[in-house]
């Protein structure tokens, strides 16, 4: 389910999932199939991972992400979820071939 909301989104990104909602920062962004896409890979790993541990997770490696780059944009870019999102967004069927899991290969050192 898709709901805009500009003041839900962090400042600085178009969309954000909390399962089972997908939150975009305008109505124009639910034409973006790329960032549709993005989106709906999280809602993959959010699955998996059973919501909240995925969150805990998320968080946990944003940090030591932070430690490592000393740049919240680059920490971002390489959270494991993050990095698999962006890897397989233009891959429009991405999630129908996608193996479970498939997050665990993109956590690098």
Same mark, same amino acid.
Request: proline share 4%.
């Given at each position: 389910?898709?709901?805009?909301?500009?003041?839900?989104?962090?400042?600085?990104?178009?969309?954000?999932? /909390?399962?089972? !909602?997908? &939150? +975009?920062?305008?109505?124009?962004?639910?034409? $973006?199939?790329? @960032?549709?896409?993005?989106?709906?890979?999280?809602?993959?790993?959010?699955?998996?991972?059973?919501?909240?541990?995925?969150?805990? /997770?998320?968080? !946990?490696? &944003? +940090?030591?992400?932070?430690?490592?780059?000393k $740049?919240?944009? @680059?920490?971002?870019?390489?959270?494991?979820?993050?990095?698999?999102?962006?890897?397989?967004?233009?891959?429009?069927?991405?999630?129908?071939?996608r193996?479970?899991?498939?997050?665990?290969?993109?956590?690098?050192?």
């Open positions: 389910m898709i709901l805009i909301s500009k003041y839900l989104v962090p400042k600085g990104y178009l969309g954000m999932v /909390v399962f089972p !909602f997908i &939150f +975009l920062k305008n109505t124009t962004l639910k034409n $973006n199939k790329v @960032l549709i896409n993005h989106e709906k890979i999280h809602l993959k790993q959010q699955i998996e991972l059973l919501i909240i541990p995925f969150f805990i /997770v998320y968080f !946990f490696e &944003f +940090l030591i992400r932070m430690l490592q780059y $740049n919240w944009q @680059l920490a971002y870019l390489n959270i494991s979820f993050e990095r698999e999102a962006y890897k397989n967004e233009k891959s429009l069927d991405y999630l129908k071939s193996p479970l899991w498939n997050f665990v290969n993109y956590f690098k050192k």
